[in-house]
């Protein structure tokens, strides 16, 4: 199973940005659909932004959208997450997971707790 390590959180103040990135250890990730998601204490998991197998089909939660953008670099094994006017309940544990069945779209639905899973990145937005 492939192995996906996380990086670039941080403590940030509301307005500022981070990046994010998901490394995949197998080159056969960009045969499949990537996601990041969030989870802050007390709450579910929850998604954020999902790229396909085709990183021109991406899906983002309504909570970020046009403030997160979600790529995959040309060689689609890393994975990234551009995270512009973060605000306090962006405050979470990200999380970046692969859709466990190639090729597909990568709904949030795709993605299951048999997916792998990467250790988490803490992202703190607090003034």
């Known amino acids: 199973q492939v192995r996906l390590v996380e990086s670039g959180g941080g403590l940030v103040k509301p307005g500022d940005s981070l990046r994010l990135s998901c490394a995949a250890s197998?080159?056969?990730?960009?045969?499949?659909?990537m996601g990041w998601f969030r989870q802050a204490p007390g709450k579910e998991r929850e998604f954020v932004a999902s790229?396909?197998?085709?990183?021109?089909?991406?899906q983002y939660a309504d909570s970020v959208k046009g403030r997160f953008t979600i790529s995959r670099d040309k060689s689609r094994n890393t994975m990234y997450l551009q995270m512009n006017s973060l605000k306090p309940e962006d405050t979470a544990i990200y999380y970046c997971?692969?859709?466990?069945?190639?090729?597909?779209?990568?709904?949030?639905?795709?993605?299951?707790?048999?997916?792998?899973w990467g250790q988490g990145t803490q992202v703190t937005v607090s003034s």
């Open positions: 997971t692969q859709d466990p069945v190639p090729r597909r779209l990568g709904r949030p639905e795709s993605f299951s707790q048999d997916a792998p």
């Open positions: 197998s080159t056969t990730s960009s045969g499949y659909a």
């Open positions: 790229i396909s197998w085709n990183p021109s089909i991406t």
